[in-house]
């Protein structure tokens, strides 16, 4: 069974950094992008960016380059999403997904990780 | 912000047929980039439920349908039943952004 099962829940105060994980597991992790979304609490779904765990290869959405950084351990077939100084404005739950499909451009999100609830508060 | 704009919310009586619209432009929908289509049941991660305008995977019932045209796309949800209320979502590529977009998000719910 393909799966992806992500790291628990953290509680961190503004300014603080945090690297939350990504284990794939059941297909070969090096042959597919993994990417990262954000869901604030009661909003909508927010393509944050992918990678590219053979060569580590990864794109950004304009509206997260920058504020994150995206990697990959393929020798743990672990994906990570990394903040250096959160803000209370990062207070959300995120999701990694697979991406499957003939091409990035005609590609879709399956399966989802868990999900995490990152929580920024003093 | 999204770029593909979606109802808030759709309802129906169980067994109606309630449809979902998500409308798009030129450097996405129009642009002949598929679309794919997502359930969130509440306090669950999204599912995926249609993958490149009318496919279903595996497991996914056939009251399930999805179509494309021009610079939008439909789910279409036909005997409609309790177990669908949750919130729906439809997903492409924006050349423009050369990224993922998704709607705005529509909550169906079962009167």
């Known amino acids: 069974e393909v799966q992806l099962v992500q790291s628990g829940a953290e509680v961190k105060k503004p300014g603080e950094s945090l690297k939350i994980s990504c284990k794939g597991s059941?297909?070969?992790?090096?042959?597919?992008?993994i990417g990262w979304v954000r869901q604030m609490p009661g909003k909508g779904l927010e393509w944050m960016g992918i990678?590219?765990?053979?060569?580590?290869?990864?794109r950004y959405s304009p509206s997260f380059q920058g504020q994150v950084s995206i990697s990959a351990d393929k020798s743990i077939s672990t994906a990570y999403l990394q903040w250096s100084s959160l803000k209370a404005s990062d207070t959300a739950m995120y999701y990694c997904?697979?991406?499957?499909?003939?091409?990035?451009?005609?590609?879709?999100?399956?399966?989802w990780g868990q999900g995490m609830l990152v929580t920024v508060s003093s | 912000q999204s770029v593909l704009t979606q109802p808030p919310s759709v309802s129906g009586a169980p067994g109606q047929r309630v449809t979902i619209s998500c409308t798009g432009s030129s450097s996405n929908i129009g642009a002949t980039y598929d679309v794919h289509w997502y359930q969130q049941l509440p306090g669950t991660a999204p599912k995926l439920l249609i993958y490149s305008n009318t496919n279903r995977p595996s497991g996914v019932p056939d009251r399930f349908s999805g179509s494309k045209s021009g610079t939008s796309a439909s789910l279409a949800i036909t005997g409609l039943q309790a177990e669908d209320e949750a919130d729906y979502y439809c997903?492409?590529?924006?050349?423009?952004?050369?990224?993922?977009?998704f709607g705005t998000g529509t909550k169906v719910t079962v009167l």
């Open positions: 997904a697979r991406l499957s499909g003939s091409g990035i451009a005609w590609s879709w999100f399956d399966p």
């Open positions: 990678i590219y765990p053979r060569d580590s290869d990864t």
């Open positions: 059941g297909y070969s992790f090096t042959n597919y992008w």
């Open positions: 997903q492409s590529y924006d050349s423009s952004l050369s990224g993922y977009v």
